[in-house]
């Protein structure tokens, strides 16, 4: 079985292809493929977030009896990401493309560095930590793969 990094790694990897699908097709002036794209990317960020919020902080928090850290300033960061990806999906809706490529590097920046403190802390810290992992893991691949299929 997989461990939480490494699923978890391997979501922000494939919210990061979408993401630059969209992006791609937008400087083709693509939009129809740049919606499907964004759509893809939006649905599977939201999955993701609901997982960690939902799911794995709860079970770090618990374990760790740390909420005002780490976990906090994910949950702070998903909220300015949701912005940005609202005023995405406004400047996509309006076919602006300068207005879309502004916002997504701003997105792109964030998302980078927020990947990083997870990956490189969150994620490991959560492994080594809570009581189950290998449960935890499975909680949060089920509430994937639940909420991608309808």
Not at 62 to 80: F, L, S
Not at 96 to 125: F, W
Not at 136 to 147: K, N
Request: aromatic share 8%; net charge negative.
């Amino acid at each position: 079985m997989t461990s939480i990094p490494e699923f978890m790694t391997a979501k922000h990897r494939e919210c990061d292809e979408f993401f630059i699908q969209a992006e791609n097709a937008i400087a083709d002036n693509n939009w129809l493929l740049a919606k499907q794209a964004f759509s893809q990317f939006s649905a599977e960020l939201t999955i993701h977030f609901q997982a960690e919020e939902d799911i794995l902080f709860p079970e770090f928090e618990q374990a760790t009896r740390i909420t005002q850290g780490p976990t906090q300033v994910m949950r702070g960061e998903h909220q300015q990401m949701r912005t940005l990806v609202a005023d995405l999906l406004v400047a996509l809706s309006a076919e602006d493309k300068d207005a879309y490529i502004s916002v997504s590097e701003t997105l792109m920046v964030l998302m980078q560095q927020h990947n990083m403190k997870e990956e490189m802390m969150l994620y490991p810290m959560s492994q080594q930590r809570v009581p189950a992992p290998d449960a935890l893991l499975t909680q949060v691949i089920e509430h994937c793969q639940i909420t991608e299929n309808g």
